[in-house]
């Protein structure tokens, strides 16, 4: 049996919707990445949403407007793909990464605390695997940091902290406490990239909870300048009799997305609900099959959080790097293909560049040094679910 890691979960219903959109005569970002933009936004609970082409230019289009650049200091976790961490050098500010907690895949709380300083614009908190971060805790500690912050543009004036912008990449339809991801932090940015449970083939869309004194429709319009070239008019605006008249506000970027990518969002959220009641329905085999075993998991599911359920990371408790590695290399002989979630930033040559060292985040290296990610996907079907955890104990049993 040969079961890959996350391939995507494309139907009859995508496509139709993508032939639907060639046909319609707008393939670029015109009325389906509008309608798919409401969608997110119902879903969400959120007021608004913008639809981009990755949640990297989200995180990156989010800070630029939020006015973070030179000077400023944005803090997010050692523990987290490279994108959450290379937005915050596109726009020139100084990276502060902060190491995990004690056998935790999310940020130290307490040493976050420490590291906010008068410089801190925002924290970008990780949504690692889907569960969502403690946002009781990042609130207290925004809210206790405000005699320090110094806002330098309109947007923070009016939040008048610290911000914070979640990296969900991996989290959309995750809650905390019966609120949505996407309505919990100031700032939320998704991923719809290839391998995510909803995808638009690449893609992402940032959600905003509603700012006092802030227009959620001239924020929107900010999203869109910035996306657009800093053009006045999309082309669906310009299409409207006469109206071909535009101007450049500024010269911006070039990160919209397309109707074809919409449309494949569209679809797959008409199946989303479904999408995640399977993915649980994974995990939860996983879980009972691998309890046996003295290894950890994260755990997606308790009686305050609903995880999006994109990752099911392993650790083998008590191993190192060089077994863990044996471990997938034993399950790919076997037709298994894993992963590894993530290596610590400043483990990776352009961080190591910028003067971090993996000493000094311990716990993030000791989450690592043994974690393997298991395939969790809706292409799965029963018998491969049983195929992979009756593989892993094999392997297991080969290698011990």
């Not at 392993?314 to 979630?341: C, K, S, Y």
Request: aromatic share 10%.
């Amino acid at each position: 049996m040969n079961i890959p890691f996350s391939p995507p979960d494309i139907g009859e219903e995508e496509i139709k919707e993508v032939v639907d959109t060639l046909k319609s005569g707008w393939i670029t970002t015109g009325p389906k990445t509008k309608l798919f933009e409401n969608k997110i936004a119902d879903f969400c609970q959120t007021s608004r949403a913008v639809a981009l082409n990755s949640a990297t230019a989200c995180m990156e289009t989010t800070l630029r407007l939020l006015g973070v650049g030179p000077g400023d200091e944005v803090i997010t976790s050692a523990y987290t793909y490279t994108a959450t961490a290379s937005v915050v050098c596109h726009v020139g500010a100084r990276l502060v990464l902060v190491d995990t907690g004690t056998e935790s895949f999310q940020m130290d709380y307490d040493k976050l605390e420490a590291a906010v300083t008068e410089r801190t614009k925002v924290i970008i908190p990780v949504e690692l695997g889907g569960v969502v971060c403690d946002y009781d805790r990042l609130f207290q500690i925004v809210e206790s940091k405000k005699d320090l912050f110094r806002p330098s543009n309109d947007i923070q004036k009016k939040i008048g902290r610290v911000i914070l912008m979640a990296d969900a990449a991996h989290a959309f339809g995750a809650m905390r406490q019966g609120k949505m991801c996407g309505e919990i932090a100031d700032f939320t940015c998704f991923s719809f990239h290839a391998v995510k449970n909803l995808t638009t083939a690449e893609g992402g869309a940032v959600t905003w909870r509603d700012i006092p004194g802030m227009d959620n429709e001239e924020l929107y319009k900010q999203y869109m300048l910035m996306s657009l070239h800093g053009q006045s008019k999309d082309a669906l605006a310009k299409t409207r009799l006469g109206a071909w008249e535009y101007d450049i506000i500024a010269p911006y970027y070039k990160c919209n997305m397309t109707d074809i990518m919409a449309s494949i969002g569209l679809a797959q959220l008409k199946r989303y609900p479904e999408i995640l009641r399977r993915r649980r329905e994974i995990i939860e085999i996983y879980d009972r099959a691998l309890s046996e075993f003295p290894v950890t998991h994260l755990v997606h599911f308790n009686e305050k959080d609903v995880s999006s359920g994109h990752l099911y990371l392993v650790r083998l408790t008590g191993r190192d790097r060089e077994f863990t590695n044996q471990f997938i290399l034993g399950m790919a002989e076997e037709g298994v293909a894993t992963n590894v979630h993530y290596k610590p930033l400043p483990l990776l040559s352009a961080y190591k560049d910028m003067g971090f060292d993996i000493k000094n985040y311990p716990n993030a290296f000791h989450m690592f040094e043994n974690e393997l990610t298991l395939p969790l996907h809706t292409c799965l079907t029963d018998e491969q679910v049983v195929y992979v955890t009756d593989t892993f104990k094999k392997v297991w049993m080969d290698l011990c």
